[in-house]
């Protein structure tokens, strides 16, 4: 399917050191992933949370309403389920609960039998001292980088 969605979370690799990494399937009804595969969607204010089952939710990730549904349209803000083992998903849950780490997602996206994935980090927030070195080093490499291309041309 040459029709791929890829949502990023940018705000998420500069906000948090990031930790581990897995890909989740995500519960959605009929006229979710149409609006997804619209590219109708966003990840950019979004966490996980685990409920008092063990099961994986995320919270706050927008999808918009689909344009062509009827009275059958969804909620755009609701909590949606992520699939994930129950090893995995009890590994995680440990880590939360014991080092007060957050998961985030990063990355919304089609995989290519058009099911919506999930890519979510477990994450350590940055201190505001983390962020300027973030850009003191982004800003280095710019220049870097434009000194290397003026010395070879």
């Not at 999808?63 to 949606?80: D, I």
């Not at 995680?92 to 014991?98: F, G, Q």
């Not at 973030?134 to 070879?152: G, P, V």
């Amino acid at each position: 399917m040459s029709n791929t969605v890829n949502i990023k979370n940018r705000k998420a690799r500069f906000e948090y050191e990031l930790l581990d990494k897995l890909v989740a399937g995500i519960v959605l009804a009929g006229t979710e992933i149409k609006a997804i595969r619209d590219g109708k969607a966003s990840i950019a204010e979004s966490f996980c949370e685990f409920n008092e089952h063990g099961e994986m939710f995320v919270i706050n990730m927008t999808v918009q309403e689909y344009s062509h549904a009827t009275y059958f349209n969804h909620q755009p803000k609701k909590a949606r389920k992520l699939l994930l083992n129950k090893r995995e998903l009890k590994k995680w849950e440990r880590e939360v609960n014991k080092s007060g780490l957050t998961i985030v997602p990063l990355r919304l996206f089609t995989n290519d039998k058009g099911f919506a994935k999930l890519e979510i980090a477990l994450a350590k927030g940055k201190k505001t001292y983390d962020k300027r070195e973030t850009i003191k080093d982004r800003d280095n490499k710019k220049n870097l980088d434009r000194i290397k291309k003026a010395f070879n041309n």
